[in-house]
């Protein structure tokens, strides 16, 4: 895992064509010089692996370099930015490069509105026109560039050209602002968003400590133990998807961070059903790790304090702003009710003072309160995370987990009873 206490500021890297701006340029461009036969022909080969990035490109410019330089740079200067990026650029000038697959001499018009350093490919002009292309970007060397100087790189990007630079980089983030990312880069991100304010959230959150309280969603697992095929935030309780009870109880939460792992495609199309603005965070390791390991991955850059919740817990919604709003950290735990029950044991004191196996006061259900500050790699459970940090407060809550098929009978009384 990588170190982040570094004194350098990190460095964020973008994606210009739909990661800055509001839509892809290429249509843009294709429109505007009357082609978009043959650019919209060569892109769905390109889209489909047919021709290869590089391949496609040239062939491109040999399209597009017939044209005068103004007609392309005139249209995309009318291409709209994402304010806020553009803002958060424009503010953090040395933190910020755009980086960019598309000639320079094409962009002007839209990389002088941003104060950072733009890397791009690179061409030869003549009479206004592009004859010849004298350099295709790397966007991994310049990752590897900033990461020569010691620096913490982050890389936002969508598409499929983004890939290497994203998997050099120390963090990554899948970016779904005008459309969804490509799945070349899905299977490398650290993170994924579709909102303009959740990325401008996380980048925040990146670049310093932040305030407040995350909410941490795991729901990369598996599911095994259940036997319905499928992992358990998509399971129907009362004709509701479980991941949707969750949405719902956390609608006044702005950091949620829901991990994702296991059919997380349609955990992400599930979330996105009800909420955009969710940060979905990857454990690609989802099959040789645990819920502790989702919890890490989850707050490793979220605020001051992260609220731990299995994607398999269902608590009673009475209950639900007191795991939200404690003021400080605490473990939560219910009645002895799951067939495969973790115990807690709790003092005369009301703190929780370990973890069996074997017998105890109540059930460890979650939620927990930690500082993020405690929350270390491991690939374990969260129980595991917080045996070091007790004794902690304890709060007793009404609540169900869903590890047997058994628990989902008992969670869909559970939820007739409200």
């Known amino acids: 895992m990588t170190n982040f206490n570094t004194k350098k500021p990190a460095v964020f890297i973008f994606d210009l064509d739909g990661t ?21 022909a060569l892109t769905e080969q390109t889209i489909a692996g047919n021709v290869p990035f590089v391949e496609s490109f040239i062939q491109r410019v040999g399209i597009l370099g017939q044209f005068d330089i103004d007609i392309v740079k005139t249209a995309l200067s009318k291409v ?53 292309l004298n350099s295709i970007l790397k966007k991994e060397k310049i990752v590897e560039h900033y990461q020569s100087l010691g620096r913490t790189v982050v890389f936002i990007g969508d598409g499929n050209n983004d890939m290497e630079a994203m998997r050099l980089a120390d963090v990554s983030i899948a970016c779904g602002l005008t459309h969804y990312p490509a799945n070349s880069i899905l299977a490398i991100a650290d993170y994924c968003v579709f909102e303009e304010a959740s990325l401008l959230r996380l980048i925040n959150q990146i670049n310093s400590p932040q305030p407040g309280t995350s909410i941490v969603l795991s729901c990369a697992g598996i599911g095994s133990r259940l036997g319905l095929s499928k992992t358990k935030a998509l399971i129907e309780i009362e004709g509701t998807k479980l991941i949707h009870l969750q949405l719902k109880a956390f609608e006044e939460v702005e950091d949620l961070r829901v991990v994702i792992g296991y059919q997380a495609r349609s955990v992400v199309k599930a979330v996105l059903e009800l909420r955009t603005d969710v940060v979905f965070v990857y454990n690609h390791d989802y099959f040789q790790t645990k819920t502790g ?24 919604p009475d209950d639900i702003q007191r795991c939200i709003g ?50 270390r790699y491991l690939t374990s459970n969260v129980f595991n995370q917080i045996e070091g940090l007790l004794p902690l407060p304890f709060l007793n809550i009404r609540a169900q987990d869903v590890d047997t098929y058994e628990d989902y009978k008992n969670a869909i009384k559970f939820v007739k009873s409200w």
């Open 20 to 40: 800055i701006t509001q839509e892809e340029t290429l249509p843009v461009i294709a429109k505007a010089c009357n082609v978009e036969a043959q650019i919209n």
């Open 80 to 132: 709209k930015l994402f304010p806020k990026l553009t803002e958060f650029i424009n503010s953090h000038p040395e933190q910020c490069a755009i980086a960019t697959g598309n000639c320079k001499e094409w962009v002007n018009g839209i990389t002088e509105k941003l104060d950072c350093a733009c890397f791009s490919s690179d061409a030869i002009v003549e009479n206004n026109k592009i004859v010849k």
């Open 293 to 316: 390991t989702s919890l890490y991955l989850g707050a490793r850059h979220a605020n001051e304090y992260c609220v731990a919740w299995d994607g398999d817990l269902v608590v009673h």
């Open 326 to 375: 404690y003021d400080g950290e605490y473990v939560g735990g219910s009645r002895i009710i799951s067939e495969d029950a973790v115990f807690l044991r709790v003092d005369d004191q009301n703190q929780v003072t370990s973890f069996s196996r074997e017998c105890g006061d109540f059930e460890w259900s979650g939620p927990a309160k930690i500082q993020k500050k405690h929350i």
